[in-house]
């Protein structure tokens, strides 16, 4: 077990657009989920800690009201990147982690590809 | 700042030999390390996992080395196969706060 399912895989939208990017636990209950941004040929970096029924906590450096995150059940949380950029083309995973499970690993969806034009 | 480093972009590798991917991380309250694989267009799996309270862990053909004093952990893959071919990432944490990633490790074991 321990599927996490991402969507879309890609997506490509002109400038000022919205995305919303969804984020499923499929097989377990996840109290905690995580987004990353990948960029080319670099590390992964967390921007932000989605937990069910509160409010995210953001990294340093990401802004709250450009990337929206809602995790409003413990299967499913999702990301909205508003009022797209082309410098939020990226490579933008989810994981999460099994809730009541202590010391284990993040399980991460395939990722969603963002293409702003 | 990058907590986690992973020095090496790309590692080249005959098949049946033996795979050494390398981390180096900063922070000394880092408590619990990971190594996951990634494949192109997917997201990482999962491939092993040590505590600060050990130094080996092995699991198959991957066995994961872990030097606190140097503040450097290893990734052993033998033998490589050609199916291992992926871009390696290594990951650090404290007390399972948060996860810090190095920039990965492309691995080509040619056949």
């Known amino acids: 077990g321990a599927v996490v399912s991402q969507h879309p895989s890609w997506v490509i939208c002109k400038s000022g657009t919205s995305v919303k990017i969804e984020c499923r636990s499929l097989d377990f209950q996840a109290t905690t989920m995580f987004w990353y941004r990948q960029f080319p040929k670099q590390s992964l970096m967390l921007m932000a800690t989605?937990?069910?029924?509160?409010?995210?906590?953001?990294e340093q450096g990401v802004e709250k009201d450009k990337f929206l995150i809602n995790h409003a059940s413990l299967t499913l949380s999702t990301l909205t990147v508003t009022s797209a950029h082309p410098e939020d083309s990226s490579f933008y995973i989810c994981?999460?982690?099994?809730?009541?499970?202590?010391?284990?690993?993040?399980?991460f969806g395939d990722g969603t590809r963002l293409s702003i034009l | 700042d990058q907590q986690v480093k992973q020095n090496s972009p790309s590692l080249s590798v005959q098949e049946g030999r033996i795979s050494i991917l390398n981390c180096d991380y900063t922070n000394s309250m880092f408590d619990y390390f990971l190594w996951y694989k990634k494949y192109p267009a997917e997201g990482p799996t999962f491939l092993i996992s040590i505590s600060s309270i050990k130094d080996k862990n092995e699991d198959g053909r991957f066995t994961v080395f872990l030097n606190k004093s140097a503040k450097h952990l290893s990734l052993h893959i033998v033998p490589s196969q050609p199916g291992d071919s992926a871009v390696y990432f290594c990951a650090a944490s404290s007390n399972f706060n948060k996860f810090y990633f190095g920039s990965g490790t492309k691995l080509n074991v040619k056949p």
């Open positions: 994981s999460a982690t099994k809730t009541g499970y202590s010391n284990q690993p993040q399980h």
């Open positions: 989605s937990n069910e029924g509160s409010k995210a906590t953001y």
